[in-house]
Every structure is written in C-alpha cells, then in structure tokens.
C-alpha cells in the first residue's frame, strides 16, 4: 500500500515563497506518477501539477505555469512542490497523490493514493 506523507505547508505574505515535500513508502518509487492537487475552501479539488514516472513528463494547472516547479527524488521517495510569487487565492489545502500507471491525469480519480494534506495559507 502506497503511504504518502506531505509536509511545508505554512502561512506565506503574497508573493512569497514555499516548498512542499511528499515522501512515500510501500512502492517503487520511481515507478509512481506523482501529482499535487489543492483543495481551497467551499471549492473542489484541483490539479496542480504532475510528474510521469517513465519519461519525467510534467503537466501543470495554467494558472500555476511559470510560479510552481514540480521535481523528484527517486534516491530520497520524495516529490517536491516549489511555489513562487504566491497569491491570495493559491491558499488551500495542498495534497499528493500517486499512481502506478505512467499518465499524468487531471482528475482525482486517476489516483487511489493520497496524502492527508498540507495546508497553504497566502496572506496579504
């Protein structure tokens, strides 16, 4: 069973800057598609960004491009979510999930694995 832990969430200033990490155990890691999504308040959750575990293809959310990085560590089982030039509305409860098959899909129903949530709080 896939376990994913999340981690670096925090309150931020507009415009700032943070990095979540997500380790995950129970599987080959270098074998995982690895993807964020967030969760703001009274909305659904949504895509953020993914990573193909074959090909290291990223896909990211448009409104995200050019502030949010995704990258891996395979050595260490850890995704990483480096976010820039944060904004009032990037607040929301960021999640990790994983699958096994090599597609980075948008909606949550691709992945049966998920972590229990950071919370991003972006003040003004």
């Known amino acids: 069973q896939v376990q994913l832990v999340e981690s670096g969430g925090g309150l931020v200033q507009a415009g700032g800057s943070l990095r979540l990490s997500c380790a995950a155990s129970?599987?080959?890691?270098?074998?995982?598609?690895m993807a964020w999504f967030r969760q703001a308040p009274g909305k659904e959750r949504e895509f953020v960004a993914g990573?193909?575990?074959?090909?290291?293809?990223?896909d990211y959310e448009e409104s995200v491009e050019g502030r949010f990085t995704i990258s891996r560590d395979n050595f260490r089982a850890t995704v990483y979510l480096k976010m820039f030039g944060l904004k009032l509305e990037d607040t929301a409860v960021y999640f990790c999930?994983?699958?096994?098959?090599?597609?980075?899909?948008?909606?949550?129903?691709?992945?049966?694995?998920w972590g229990q949530g950071t919370q991003v709080t972006v003040s003004s």
């Open positions: 999930a994983a699958n096994t098959v090599p597609s980075v899909d948008r909606e949550t129903t691709a992945y049966p694995h």
């Open positions: 129970g599987h080959t890691f270098s074998r995982l598609t």
């Open positions: 990573m193909r575990w074959n090909d290291g293809y990223i």
